[in-house]
């Protein structure tokens, strides 16, 4: 498993993170069994949020842990707020981003978040009351650092401008077969759709100013149009290709999916979905794998995107 110090933080995070988006379909046990079988591979990450399964999952989670306070120092625990799911709105005002925070600590059983990220953006923004959430946030311990997810450059520089604290993490949708915030950059002047810029430089943005990606959906491809490993209809070539590599290093396909974000020299972690041990290995197979230049290119284009 490969470690990284989080830019901004004191925390040294596996690049493997654990998502519990799902662990509500799964029985207390079995929760329990795959939060251990995550540790036993090196992920020392785990990603939440107040939405997932309407605020059960993380309950279930610290239930299922019977979190203590040893247990608790061993994990990097993140969880995102600022949808308001019953209503169908985004909410970041102070009242709002205020209780989420308790409700979340109360349900995972911790007394405080190592990060904090506001989920959605959310066009009614008022900066200056954000930064009085996170001012009171940080002063009384329940969060250390903080973030955002599925925000663009301009969206982040509007929210930094008003904070004490630097964001550390934006959390965004990167798959092999979903890599809008690649593509522009590759196809820059070429008059194609793989030419327009959709994220508004959002990868190079965050390399420079030190905020770590962590991609979610990594097997999804569009906005949940289904997963691509295996599906040879759809996605032949890729397939072909991943089956290839994954014959190469002796690992299976899960593992090279994961391994083509993981070479990036962004460091972007990768946020797992599974709720099946076996899967959470293989996916962690691909932690370290090197891909050469070579391969990581050959992926990207057997996704059908253009190198020109």
């Keep these: 498993m490969k470690y990284t110090k989080m830019p901004g933080t004191d925390l040294t995070a596996s690049n493997i993170i654990m998502g519990n988006m799902r662990i509500d379909a799964l029985p207390a046990t079995e929760i329990g ?40 120092e061993k994990m990097i625990i993140q969880s995102k707020c600022g949808i308001n799911k019953n209503d169908g709105y985004y909410d970041f005002s102070k009242d709002h981003i205020l209780s989420s925070v308790d409700g979340i600590l109360s349900r995972l059983n911790t007394d405080y978040l190592d990060i904090l990220l506001l989920h959605r953006p959310d066009p009614l923004m008022e900066p200056d009351e954000v930064s ?27 929210l930094q401008q008003a904070l004490s604290q630097k964001l550390v993490v934006n959390q965004v949708q990167l798959s ?28 190079e943005y965050c390399r420079l100013h030190d905020i770590t990606l962590q991609a979610w959906s990594p097997f999804q491809t569009g906005f949940f149009e289904g997963v691509f490993v295996g599906d040879t209809e759809r996605f032949p070539e890729l397939n072909a290709e991943l089956d290839r590599l994954a014959a190469k290093y ?57 190198v020109p």
């Excluded at 522009?184 to 430089?201: C, E, H, K, P, T």
């Excluded at 962690?284 to 891909?291: C, Q």
């Design 33 to 72: 069994k795959l939060v251990r079988s995550a540790q036993d591979l090196g992920i020392n990450f785990f990603d939440h949020a107040d939405i997932y399964g309407n605020g059960e999952c993380e309950a279930l989670f610290s239930q299922a842990l019977s979190m203590n306070s040893s247990m608790r």
């Design 132 to 158: 009085q959430a996170f001012d009171e946030l940080e002063k009384s311990g329940k969060v250390r650092y903080f973030g955002v997810s599925n925000h663009n450059p301009m969206q982040i520089e509007l």
């Design 176 to 203: 092999i077969a979903h890599t809008p915030i690649i593509d522009s950059g590759v196809a820059l002047n070429m008059g194609v759709d793989q030419s327009i810029n959709r994220d508004n430089s959002v990868l």
């Design 250 to 306: 002796g690992v299976s396909p899960d593992a090279i999916a994961v391994a083509w974000i993981t070479r990036h020299p962004a460091d972007i972690q990768v946020v797992t979905g599974t709720t099946k041990a076996r899967r959470l290995q293989k996916m962690s197979d691909g932690s370290e794998i090197p891909l050469t230049r070579a391969e990581w290119y050959a992926l990207y284009k057997a996704a059908g995107n253009m």
